[in-house]
T-cell receptor
Framework: GAGVSQTPSNKVTEKGKYVELRCDPI?????LYWYRQSLGQGPEFLIY????????DSGLPNDRFFAVRPEGSVSTLKIQRTERGDSAVYLC???????????FGQGTRLTVV | AQKVTQAQTEISVVEKEDVTLDCVYE???????LFWYKQPPSGELVFLIR??????QNEISGRYSWNFQKSTSSFNFTITASQVVDSAVYFC??????????????FGGGTRLMVKP
C-alpha cells in the first residue's frame, strides 16, 4: 500500500477502558503526526515524531494520552481510562522530512460509550 | 499562537456555479506556509495546495484557483464551474516554516461545500 494506513477504522469502547490506535506511515517517511478531529471541527495537533522520538507532544490533552514509535516506523496512540469526550476521529499523517507536505490516513473513528 | 478562521461553515451551490471559500489567518511569524485540504466523505484529507508566505502570486490549477493576499491575511479558494464531485469539507491550514516547528498544521474549522445537480 502506498498510503498511510490506520487501524482499526472504527473502534467502540466503554468508558474507562484502554484503547490503542495504530498508524502505519508511508515507507521511508521519518516524520509522523497524530491529529484529533472532533465532529464538525478541523483537526487539532496532538503529537509529532521525528524518527523514534517525540519531537513535540504539546498537543496531547492530558496524561491519559500517550504515543510511541519504537522503531521509527509504525506508531501507536494509547488512551487510558477513556472518557466520552475522547470520542473523535484520530488522524495520522507522515512526511519525508519536516518541510514537505504531510500525507494523511483515513483515520480511526473512536466512540466511547 | 496561530489561528485560522473559515467563517463559512456550510455553502450550497448548484452544479456549474462558481464558489469561493474564504480563509483568514493570524500569525506573528513572517515566514509560513498556507494549505488547502479537501476531506471527502471517506474521511481522508487530500492535499490541494501549499503556498509560501513570500509568494503572493495567485495560482490556477484546472477549475481551482487560489488568491493569497498578505495585506488582508487571506488565502481564498475558488472553484469554477463546480461539480457534484466537489462536494466535501474543505480545510485551510497554516504551518510555520522555522525548522523547530516540524510540520504541525493549524487548521480552520472547515467549510462544508454541497454541490447539487
Amino acid at each position: 500500500g502506498a498510503g498511510v494506513s490506520q487501524t482499526p477504522s472504527n473502534k467502540v469502547t466503554e468508558k474507562g477502558k484502554y484503547v490503542e490506535l495504530r498508524c502505519d506511515p508511508i515507507s521511508g517517511h521519518t516524520a509522523l503526526y497524530w491529529y484529533r478531529q472532533s465532529l464538525g471541527q478541523g483537526p487539532e495537533f496532538l503529537i509529532y515524531f521525528q524518527g523514534t522520538g517525540a519531537a513535540d507532544d504539546s498537543g496531547l490533552p492530558n496524561d491519559r494520552f500517550f504515543a510511541v514509535r519504537p522503531e521509527g516506523s509504525v506508531s501507536t496512540l494509547k488512551i487510558q481510562r477513556t472518557e466520552r469526550g475522547d470520542s473523535a476521529v484520530y488522524l495520522c499523517a507522515s512526511s519525508t522530512r519536516e518541510n514537505t507536505e504531510a500525507f494523511f490516513g483515513q483515520g480511526t473513528r473512536l466512540t466511547v460509550v | 499562537a496561530q489561528k485560522v478562521t473559515q467563517a463559512q461553515t456550510e455553502i450550497s451551490v448548484v452544479e456549474k456555479e462558481d464558489v469561493t471559500l474564504d480563509c483568514v489567518y493570524e500569525t506573528r511569524d513572517t515566514t509560513y506556509y498556507l494549505f488547502w485540504y479537501k476531506q471527502p466523505p471517506s474521511g481522508e484529507l487530500v492535499f490541494l495546495i501549499r503556498r509560501n508566505s513570500f509568494d503572493e502570486q495567485n495560482e490556477i490549477s484546472g477549475r481551482y484557483s487560489w488568491n493569497f493576499q498578505k495585506s488582508t491575511s487571506s488565502f481564498n479558494f475558488t472553484i469554477t464551474a463546480s461539480q457534484v464531485v466537489d462536494s466535501a469539507v474543505y480545510f485551510c491550514a497554516l504551518r510555520l516554516s522555522n525548522n523547530n516547528a516540524g510540520n504541525m498544521l493549524t487548521f480552520g474549522g472547515g467549510t462544508r461545500l454541497m454541490v447539487k445537480p
